[in-house]
């Protein structure tokens, strides 16, 4: 029972990330059509947003991963 506690646990702050998955898709489509009219343009637009908002949240991630580790 405690060993099933215990992975709950550990796998709470990962499910907590799929929330952001529907936030980066959204805010990409919204702000590639607050800069383009036509859809082909928009989801380019969108795509590098989105590539771009995942690798700096990774980045983020990956810096207060190391800094818990370390204090």
Known sequence: ???AS???AMALPAAQL???VPLIVAISLVYGATRHELRGPILHH???TGMWMTGFLGVLLAVLWFLSLWV
């Open 1 to 3: 029972m405690a060993k």
């Open 6 to 8: 215990l992975l709950l």
């Open 18 to 20: 799929w929330y952001a």
């Open 46 to 48: 969108a795509w590098h």
